[in-house]
């Protein structure tokens, strides 16, 4: 358990990043204190590599680091008492990691490949969302760096049609398994209470699906180019859709109310 003289954690991000929306949430879902530092994509490296990272997000706490969103979710529960994000019972745990596996490694990238490859020819959309909330300097310093970040993005995550195209197909098919597992009506992913894989999911769908109650910074859906809303509208119709969304309006919310005096 925590106790109330330590110091908060420290969350490193970059604000439109989904990983670390997965890791935000997760911190207020067990009320973990922690104080939010923001930084300007490619500025982020210079604080997550201070903290032996790269990536964002990595969390701070006390002398420890993680560098991992999985690794901060798996902390974060077990400090405050655990049974929060993973059941204590060993089958369903295992269930619970295995389906936060799975949207880690199939579902995040392509849901940013696909929303990159839509918004990276709005410069001035992509600058926006890039400087909100970051330190006032590195805001100011954005204007020179995102014409090197937006080719450095495309480059890194080798953006073409193509390869966009891929990406939807991929997001497509795990909406299909996220459909097939809901179809016998179960309220939650695994178990039957709110776990990690419900937080893992929703928060790395949410580029393709645009939720109101979304922490990390993102375009409005009325902003963006009609062919990726029309796209969104057609994810959000699907059961995986209307699940996540669903996860956002009860989980996210509610964690946030009961737990907001507690960020920092
Ligand atoms: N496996 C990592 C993935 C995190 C990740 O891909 N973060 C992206 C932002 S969504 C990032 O930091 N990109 C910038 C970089 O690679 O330096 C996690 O779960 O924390």
């Not at 940013?112 to 100011?140: D, F, I, M, N, T």
């Amino acid at each position: 358990m925590i106790s109330s003289d330590t110091a908060p954690a420290i969350l490193i991000t970059i604000p439109l990043s989904h990983y670390c929306e997965k890791a935000r949430w997760a911190l207020d879902r067990v009320a973990l204190p922690y104080r939010k530092e923001p930084h300007a994509p490619l500025l982020h490296r210079l604080a997550t590599k201070r903290n032996d990272g790269g990536t964002v997000p990595v969390l701070v706490h006390e002398s420890n680091r993680f560098i991992d969103s999985t690794d901060i979710l798996v902390h974060a529960d077990a400090i405050c008492g655990g049974d929060l994000l993973y059941p204590r019972d060993a089958a369903l745990r295992r269930d619970v990691e295995r389906l936060e596996e799975y949207f880690d490694m199939e579902l995040g990238p392509h849901t940013r490949h696909w929303a990159y490859a839509q918004l990276l020819p709005q410069a001035k959309l992509v600058r926006s969302a890039w400087s909100q909330g970051v330190p006032r300097l590195e805001a100011c310093l954005l204007p020179v760096i995102t014409p090197l970040a937006r080719r450095l993005v495309r480059t890194a995550y080798k953006i073409t049609p193509e390869s966009a195209q891929h990406s939807l197909e991929r997001v497509r098919g795990v909406f299909r398994q996220v459909n097939e597992r809901l179809s016998n009506g179960r309220w939650f992913l695994a178990g039957d209470r709110f776990t990690a894989a419900d937080l893992t999911f929703a928060a790395l769908a949410a580029p393709v699906l645009f939720p109101a109650e979304y922490r990390a910074v993102h375009p409005a859906l009325d902003t963006v180019p009609a062919e990726m809303r029309e796209e969104v509208l057609r994810l959000r119709d699907t059961d995986a859709g209307r699940f996540a969304l669903r996860m956002f309006s009860q989980e996210r919310c509610s964690s946030s109310v009961a737990y907001q005096s507690q960020v920092l």
